[in-house]
């Protein structure tokens, strides 16, 4: 079914100067397909023929052998093919339909792919600013295997570092045991918070923070049991959202899983030379790769960041022999992960290169940034609540007999803020407005979960019945823009992964769930004719198609709502 080719092969027939690759890589897709569905440039022999481009497309056009197309014609610079519809739409749903795993590949070659996301830090809740990872990350999980490599998902969490030192401070100077235990997570915050704000006026402070933090990571045994009681506490309150989002990790090593494992690093960069003392701390020079230094041990001999991802880098590649490495995290870190990968690349470990940051954008609410420290929260929870007592709200309007209403609703809810956030460009900023994310109707997750819902319903009126793969021929101009699109997935599974963007297939479901409805509006799609076993044909495979988009993006697609 790969028409595409079918046109470099017949561009390539005719034009020596060019190989079929090249030919292939110059081969667009028209914006108007009145233009045709395929379109092949002919600048590029301008030179060798010293001829103007819309002369080359004409004696092009003219020899092409149009055998297998509809038609073949010169337009302007360009030779436009356009492909026989109805042995086209045939192909198209055979393929669609007797392929459960339709757009998939298996270009991995089943290698070892780990992601790092979510990551949140113990002792604070996880807020609409961790969203992005989670998401981001679960998606590349799923993209990832539909391009035949193995992903191997990892909660790195944030269980170690000076914060919980200056936690710690805090709840030795103004904390309740009591009050911690009736609602650990929202107190810790307050406390964290206050330690902040009072450190504005007292520096000292912050020296008291980064003590009991040595003292942490020295063994001390009060320190411990106060770090193991903020970790056990937060892992609960993550667990419940993870299971509301229905994510899953295979492994939750977090910061604290390297501290037997940072001695190593450090003694193999002494041992190569690349530790230097800098201020009393030690630290790798990078300037060869116009980075700052990357400090490894504080004055203190405290580890920092820097030293946990890279024994973690190093752990990962013995324990999972990684073919990629991504990091699914903000776009703030990019040079400490142009530091992590040079660090590595100078002590020798050519894998570098497969260690990926995967950098995002903020999410803002009315503008403004959301920060733990300075109190500007808005919990994930309450954001997954409000989403899904408004997706009920609105089945009640359209459809208040619904069986499973509320089922639907969390799986149009939640889905909802998941499919917004996954429909951006993973490197833009965006704001949140709830409202607006959860309609039925516009660019949203609800809007393509209904048209995959009446493809469903449709299926359901005609009675479910057993398809006739001989009878597939659907003599309808309507239906050409859907059927090309179908037949678009696999090189959108494709592209999703080669530019590591959820979007692609978010914008895609989109564009696919919109051409299906305008079908829907100007076509009979029951009507009781010799052509009705196509149609439903069509419908099976565009819910199977929304289906599969929807479960890449991490994504339920109700077959009611």
């Known amino acids: 079914m790969d028409y595409k080719n079918q046109v470099a092969q017949a561009v390539a027939a005719v034009v020596p100067e060019l190989d079929e690759a090249t030919i292939l890589s110059k081969i667009e897709v028209p914006k108007d397909s009145t233009m045709g569905d395929f379109a092949f440039p002919t600048f590029l022999l301008a030179k060798e023929r010293h001829m103007a481009p819309n002369q080359i497309a004409a004696t092009v056009a003219e020899a092409i052998d149009a055998t297998n197309f509809k038609a073949v014609q010169a337009a302007g610079p360009y030779v436009n093919f356009f492909l026989n519809q109805l042995t086209f739409g045939t192909d198209v749903l055979q393929t669609v339909l007797m392929n459960q795993d339709f757009g998939h590949n298996t270009d991995g070659e089943a290698g070892h792919v780990t992601i790092d996301m979510s990551s949140p830090n113990i002792a604070k809740p996880m807020s609409m600013g961790h969203l992005r990872s989670t998401v981001i990350g679960n998606s590349l999980a799923e993209i990832s295997k539909a391009n035949g490599y193995q992903p191997i998902k990892i909660n790195h969490l944030g269980d170690w570092g000076t914060q919980f030192g200056k936690l710690m401070s805090a709840y030795k100077r103004w904390g309740s045991e009591d009050e911690v235990k009736a609602d650990p997570i929202n107190t810790l915050v307050k406390y964290y918070v206050r330690f902040h704000e009072e450190a504005k006026e007292n520096p000292a402070l912050d020296d008291e923070g980064r003590a009991w933090f040595k003292k942490l990571e020295d063994g001390d045994e009060e320190a411990r049991q106060l770090w193991s009681w903020f970790r056990e506490e937060s892992l609960k309150e993550f667990m419940e959202l993870y299971e509301t989002l229905d994510i899953e990790f295979d492994s939750f090593n977090g ?51 820097m030293t946990r991802d890279l024994a973690a880098a190093i752990f990962r590649k013995k324990n999972y022999n990684f073919v990629k490495s991504l990091y699914v995290v903000g776009g703030e870190q990019r040079e400490h992960f142009m530091q992590l990968k040079a660090v590595l690349k100078e002590m020798g470990y050519e894998w570098s290169d497969d260690v990926e940051h995967i950098p995002f954008g903020l999410i803002t609410v009315d503008g403004k940034k959301l920060s733990t420290r300075s109190g500007r929260i808005i919990l994930l929870k309450d954001v997954l609540k409000d989403s899904v007592d408004l997706a009920l709200q609105q089945i009640n309007e359209k459809n208040p007999t619904l069986g499973n209403k509320e089922l639907v609703a969390h799986e149009v809810g939640t889905g909802a803020v998941v499919f917004h956030d996954l429909m951006n460009e993973r490197i833009g900023n965006f704001d949140f407005k709830l409202e607006k994310v959860v309609r039925f109707e516009g660019d949203t997750g609800p809007y393509v979960q209904y048209a995959n819902a009446r493809a469903q319903s449709i299926l359901r009126k005609a009675g479910n019945p057993e398809l006739d793969m001989s009878n597939l021929v659907i003599d309808d101009e309507n239906v050409w823009e859907t059927e090309k699109l179908l037949a678009d997935f696999g090189d959108v599974v494709r592209r999703a992964w080669r530019d590591r963007e959820p979007s ?32 439903l044909a069509l419908v099976t495979a565009v819910s199977q198609v929304l289906t599969e988009s929807l479960r890449l993006l991490g994504v339920k697609a109700p077959k009611e709502m």
């Open 504 to 535: 692609v297939i978010a914008k895609y479901a989109l564009n696919l769930s919109r051409t299906f409805n305008k079908y829907y509006a100007n076509s009979k799609i029951l009507a009781e004719d010799e052509q009705l076993n196509a149609r």
């Open 255 to 305: 910061e604290a899983f390297y501290n037997d494992k940072m001695d190593g690093v450090i003694d193999t960069l002494k041992e190569k030379g690349l530790l230097i003392e800098s201020q009393g701390a030690q630290v790798v020079d990078l300037e060869k790769y116009n980075l700052n230094v990357a400090m490894i041990q504080r004055t203190d001999g405290a580890t920092l960041y």
